[in-house]
């Protein structure tokens, strides 16, 4: 297919029409537009599974990508460039996250006209997430760090009206602001990063930063005294943290559950939090050539064992889910940082997946049940059949049990992370990596299990609780009535709204679509000679290729290279960055992971089987009650943020500079000039009553008067007195006219 | 020779008859030293060679105005305003107050010496001419100018004397008190 | 001994002392003595440059209008002499000053 901007636009532009349509006239469409934003989505899956149709099974190869550009702007003067760029990159990465983006997001939207239809909040949620999507959109399909920045601040825009759509709750107000604030922080040092770039390369496309790692352009440069691919990939990291809510930009992901459900499910779980994790796969050879991987791998592996551990006491399912979104973006990150490129981007795409299911599972739970906190849920089982399908399936897949997705992307990273740790020579303190990593695996498995058990398991206990949880929305239309104590919990039906898209995308959990095979080895070939589709394809950017690549307006001809890849290649591609010499070492390390990471996952699912079903073991909650504390209050980190940092630090700064403007500016600058304003206006008094009105006014009528009483002199009347003044004047005009 | 003694005595005449005028402080004597004086001018209006001017002046001037102007004074009371000084120059020969007097002379001072200015550029532009004797009569010619030339001006003046009769009529009428 | 200068020079006197009675004397009748002795020194002004400047009579016509003038301009102004009389009982010139100020 052509790539032109017919076939490219409607991606990014559909939601952002339907944005539009439902801003303006949300109120006056039926059912307020969630059908409209529903479709915008379905039109943009279509033209994205034709991008990775085009790309996955078309002709190919494996570093074959699409630019396009156009000049936004241009300023340049004689010789300083001032030129800006934008234009779509498109590789098989890309291909790949656009399609699940679109996809996920319309089974979302699906999901969310039931879910939120009879919320008093219906018509604005479905303002802005199709809005969101857009820009999700638009951030994929961007090849340059600007737009990128762009849409990365209309995701956290959106996110900030999301996550405080109950806008009458006071709380959801705090936790926007805590949101966009903390994701602000992380942006700040992305700008910085992005302009450092700017300045030095002169560009800031992927390709020509690619192309200026390999030139080697980025030798010598200094920023501050530190090497410029050092400062800039930190910066850009740190932008990363923030939107993916690494340690310690973690603390705005657990309050921004304030949102509606679904909403967390695509923000917070799916899409945006996976930004962070794309934009350092994107930027990966900057981070490598900056020497920062390690610093990448050890902020994920403390995020991933940090966020597990927290989650091991939270009763709310919705925080469940946001420590676990937290871990597992960890994961990911241990994953770019480790260089395991390929595993860390199918971490993504399975997190996705997976993590919206789980998601918009708990989302129906809440829905029937009206009621969150898990000790007053249970024995679900019964009632909500579908429901607790699609999240078993998706907590089998997060836990990292074999035959499911999770499994395939996590054990690969975890390989990884154990040659890295303990076998490539790096420094000793990097074995701290792995052990994190498959420590926090192991919990995974744990939490994850004692929810599902929680929840679904055992006797139903909101029968006991006597309070009115009121959530916001009201009954689906039809059975059961609204008990005076006690809610009734509807039963499931088999609603295309509310169950198909749960199963579709727990459909997408099973490990052989990302992997090939049943097991993600060898063994059982699906997709014939096509099999490890997704690691032969996806890898990381050799930048040598991308040196003197022309650039194409989006008029010109499509010129990727066609050419297929051979069978033969699929063996010995081993997902990294060219082939390695360590392959052996390699290999082994991934067999011992494998057996570890099973071993480890299937003892937390065993543990968890004993504490909550079969009660043998009782809830650690009770044994360790200190560490307990110290979990449930989050490691004291927000407290440490609002108590010590804001009130005690910066608010005492603020106050300084507070005393500063008031004090001594305002009154001197500003208040000083009411001072002068007098004595001008004094002046002014004075010049206006003595000049202007004596002299001027006053004094022209006094002038007149004088002049008067000499001109009436000549008045006198008398006729022989006129008679003297003709002859004087005749006499003088012939004296001095000389006629 | 008998020109110019005409002359002379007539440019005597009308000379002291007009200061005359200027100085006689009773306004009776004032009118007859003015008809004096205009029978001098026509005499040197003869010596012009004027004679139908000069008897024109003659019958109109002082035939008409003067007795004219001895009427007004008999009817407004005729007095004879004293002067009030007390010094020397208000008892000068005059009607006036001294200060009138005093201005008026010197007004007039200026006036004669602007003129004089005046004249003498005259006078050095056109040399003295000496006539011979020969008066032709201007009657004739004078009737064909009026007729001929300067009709409009003459019939105009007809139109003039009307509305001064008409006027002067108007105006001193006796009013009912 | 009659040359154009001697006739300029006696209408020339003849108008300064005119000048000076209207001037100088206070009553209005006396001032239109002094208006006709301007009057006639004009004519004379006129006549004897008729006679010694150019060769017509133009001169001569124009003096006989100035005595038409002269004779309507009296009649009126005594006419006015008369009313002033009639109103404010008295001729004197500093009598008449409404025009004041």
Known sequence: MEYTVGSIAPIFLAPVIAFVINAFFGRRLPRQGDWLAAFSIFVSFIFSARIFSDFIFGKFATDSYVHKTFTWFDLSYGTQIFKVDMGIYIDNMAAIMLLMVSGVAFLIHVFSTWYMEHDEKHGRFFIFLPLFTSAMLGLVLSDNLFSLFIFWEIMGFCSYSLIGIYNKKEKAGDASIKAFMTTRVGDVFLLLGIVALWMTIGSVSYVDIYAAIAEGKFAGQTVLGISLATFAGVCIFLGGMGKSAQFPLHVWLPDAMMGPTPGSALIHAATMVAAGVYLSLRMYPLMVLGDITWFIAVIGAITAFGAATIALVQTDIKAVLAFSTISQLGYMMIGVGVGSYNAAFMHLITHAVFKACLFLSAGSVIHSVHEQEMPKLGGLRKHLPYTFFAMMCCTLAIAGIPFFSGFVSKDRILGDALYFGFMSGQHPLMAIVPILGFAGAGLTAFYMFRMMFLTFFGENRSQQSHNDHHHGHGHKAGSHGHGHDAHEIHDEHLDFRSNVPLLILTLFTLGFWYAGTLTGQSFGNVFGKKKEWFKILVEAPKVEKFVNKPRQQFSGVDSRDKTELLPAEYHHQTGYAGPNPNEHKIHSAHTIGAILSIIIAFAGVFLAFLMYIKRVVKPWSDTFQGITTVLKNKYYIDNLYVDIIIKKGLLGFNRALAWFDMGVYDRFAVDGWAHVNRVIFKASKWFDNVVVDAIGVDGTGVAVNLFNLVLRIFQSGEIQFYFVMLITVLASYIWTLKI | ?177 | MMSLASYLIISLALFVIGLAVMLSRKSIVAILLGIELVLNAAALNFVAYSRYVTNNLDGHIFSLFIIVIAAAEAAVGLAIVIRFFQIKETIHIDEATQLRN
């Open chain 2, 1 to 177: 020779m008998f020109m110019q003694l005409l002359f002379g005595l007539s440019a005597l005449l009308t000379l002291s008859g007009a200061i005359a005028v200027l100085v006689t402080k009773n306004i009776m004597h004032a009118c007859i030293f003015l008809l004096a004086s205009l029978i001098g001018i026509a005499g040197l209006y003869a010596t012009l060679g004027a004679d139908f001017v000069a008897v024109t002046q003659i019958m109109v001037y002082v035939g008409g105005i003067v007795i004219l102007m001895i009427f007004a004074v008999m009817l407004t009371g005729g007095k004879d305003f004293v002067s009030r000084a007390q010094n020397l120059l208000g008892l000068a020969p005059s009607m006036g107050n001294k200060w009138t007097y005093t201005v008026g002379l010197l007004v007039s001072l200026v006036f004669l010496l602007t003129n004089v200015k005046l004249i003498s550029s005259i006078v050095k532009s056109h040399p003295a001419k000496t006539f011979g004797n020969e008066f032709p009569s201007t009657v004739n010619q004078l009737g064909h100018l009026l007729i001929k030339d300067h009709v409009l001006a003459f019939e105009l003046s007809s139109v003039l004397l009307l509305g001064a009769l008409v006027g002067a009529a108007m105006i001193a009428r006796p009013r009912k008190q």
